[in-house]
């Protein structure tokens, strides 16, 4: 029998999520399930084993936001998600948001200045329901305890505010500058690296919930989940496919990939699946 294996691994979803961008982790899932039924599983014909995986969560994204009513007498009175704001949203925080063209211009700038600059641009970049002429129906006691999703208020940028306002006062102290002095050179270079663990990271997290939270959707971290992965995969005349059940724990993941790469090439793939315990 002749094998040969290939792989491909994609990192984006993995930024995304570190970052809280909603948006760009929903791009980046629609990409792969194109990736696969366009190019990969037309290419690798019904012989080839194909596999798809995760190595960890990110993120820990909830969908929907529920409340109890202050009141005795009501359970929960609102459960709601807006994913039209996703669909509003121009593009990734990192690059169309927050890229190159944005900071470029930024030098003689006050911090307040700046701060009416991201507040404009988050407003252009990111359509709501309200904006879009289809508004969101939506409770008072919902408006009182989530964000209003039709509109945006000053309240909503509380968080992107203190975050990038801490992260200036940061970065001038450490070069002994005035705030004034140092916006154009060192935060336009650090808020340009493509780096989840940048010094600036914290001011995209925020920006990230605030669209969010708009949405109606939660991120519970910044970092990695223990929660169950995706594991699928098309088996060649859809053999030992009962490994690949749409979710496998992370402690169980390099089992089932060594039994589907095993098999073929085995005569015992039931001694194989008992070892491993699948």
Known sequence: MRLALRMANACNKDHALHQNDARSALSEVLE????????????????ALVVGASDHGTGGLSLGQSFISPSPREAVVGYAWYPSVLVGQDGSIHEQLFGLEFWDPIKHLSIDDLLQKVKDRIKEKVKLPGDRGHPVLIGDELRKKFMDPNKWEEKDFKDVESSLRYFIANECEKLGVSEDDCIGGVVKSKMLQDDVYSDADAFKVAVGRLIANKAGLSFGTRGHTSTDINLYCNTPRDRHSSVCKGTCSTTRLASACVLLLACPASRNCSSLMRQFRL
């Open 32 to 47: 792969y399930d194109r990736a696969i039924t366009e190019v990969v599983l037309p290419l690798a014909g019904d012989q």
